[in-house]
């Protein structure tokens, strides 16, 4: 079974920073992209950024210029780097994986636990 283990969640005052971080593991063949959503209370989970195999990016508007998503080389973990952070960042924020595994090699999506980020006016 595939595990995503999220972390760098906390409380930050409007302007500053947090790096989130999310490690998978499990019986993975190939992971095709990662990426992050967020939920606030009373809304749907939304896109926040993904980056796949090779590298490329994708940002929802709200927080291109803000916030940056990178990748290890091993592509088994997923960073985002979050910047000059917003009251209207705040939600539960969740790792997200498209996976392959073995040894069927069935693909889906796993999803992590989710980790609190709270930004104070």
């Known amino acids: 079974q595939v595990q995503l283990l999220e972390s760098g969640g906390g409380l930050v005052q409007a302007g500053g920073s947090l790096r989130l971080s999310c490690a998978a593991s499990?019986?993975?063949?190939?992971?095709?992209?990662m990426g992050w959503y967020r939920q606030a209370p009373g809304k749907q989970r939304d896109l926040v950024a993904t980056i796949t195999g090779r590298g490329i990016t994708d940002y929802a508007d709200s927080v291109k210029g803000r916030f940056t998503i990178s990748r290890d080389g091993d592509e088994r973990a997923v960073y985002l780097q979050m910047d000059s952070l917003k009251p209207e960042d705040t939600a539960v924020y969740y790792c997200?994986?498209?996976?392959?595994?073995?040894?069927?090699?069935?693909?889906?999506?796993?999803w992590g636990q989710g980790t609190q980020v709270t930004v104070s006016s």
């Open positions: 499990g019986s993975i063949a190939n992971i095709a992209v």
């Open positions: 997200n994986a498209e996976v392959i595994t073995i040894p069927f090699m069935t693909r889906r999506e796993y």
